[in-house]
């Protein structure tokens, strides 16, 4: 599960929030599998979306991460979750996704399959208001 200002997220779902304020965001991850997965890396990119094929990565002016956009995961047990947090910080208006990617650091363990299909999270910043 993606939540992004307490709100769950999925490929339907865009989350309105205030430039300026630092917007929670968590991950939640179940392993329903029989066997422990790990470790393993968990990367958020953000971009921009033109909706003619291009895609925009160079947002470093635009959003930044409070602490890091890349979680390191040690293990994940059978029928066991592990919850990740951190923060987005949107410093201009606009329409953003995250794209949020699994990285094994080894290779005799294998990542669910419903890990890597993770939903790209459709993020409206917005001026605050008055």
């Known amino acids: ?6 709100k769950l997220c999925d490929c339907d779902i865009m989350v309105d929030c205030k430039v300026g304020d630092p917007i929670p965001l968590e991950v939640k991850l179940t ?3 029989k066997h422990s997965v790990g470790p393993f890396a968990l990367t958020m990119t953000p971009y921009q979306d033109y909706q003619n094929g291009v895609h925009n990565y160079e947002l470093q002016d635009a959003i930044t991460f409070v602490g890091s956009n890349t979680f390191y995961i040690d293990s994940v047990k059978p ?4 919850v990740y947090f951190g923060a987005l910080l949107f ?3 606009g329409d953003f996704y995250l794209n949020i990617k699994f990285h094994e650091d080894n290779c005799s363990r294998e990542l669910p ?3 890597f299909c993770l939903p790209s999270v459709h993020i409206r910043a917005m001026e605050p208001m008055v």
Do not use: A, E, R, V
């Open 91 to 93: 410093l201009y208006t």
């Open 79 to 82: 029928t066991k979750h592990s």
């Open 113 to 115: 399959l419903s890990w």
């Open 31 to 33: 392993n329903w599998s």
């Open 1 to 6: 599960d993606i939540l992004i200002d307490g």
